[in-house]
């Protein structure tokens, strides 16, 4: 089984930055896929980032040049440094591992 654990969501002006944090626990291979959904309301969840245990990246491409992913194998999470944040990233992010597994989700609103 394995259990994930989103943080760092919340309120940002267009054009700030927000960095959100999916920490992974049980049986977890570094070499798994771990990457980004997300869901806004009224829409289905898209993929917004995903990347291997080798460091291949994988973006949409409505957050390419402003999205980051990353991982620390060591510490089983996967970040995700979000810049120049946009009105229509409003949404709930949600981790996923292996494309299997699934966090509770983090609440992203741009807003001024």
């Known amino acids: 089984q394995v259990q994930l654990v989103e943080s760092g969501g919340g309120l940002v002006q267009p054009g700030g930055s927000l960095r959100l944090s999916c920490a992974a626990s049980g049986s977890i291979s570094s070499i798994s896929p771990m990457g980004w959904y997300r869901q806004a309301p009224g829409k289905q969840r898209e993929l917004v980032a995903t990347?291997?245990?080798?460091?291949?990246?994988n973006y949409a491409d409505s957050v390419k040049g402003r999205f980051t992913i990353s991982r620390d194998n060591a510490k089983n999470t996967v970040y995700l440094q979000m810049n120049s944040l946009k009105p229509e990233d409003t949404a709930i992010y949600y981790c996923h591992y292996l494309y299997q597994y699934w966090g509770q989700g983090t609440q992203v609103t741009v807003s001024s």
């Open positions: 990347i291997t245990g080798v460091g291949r990246t």
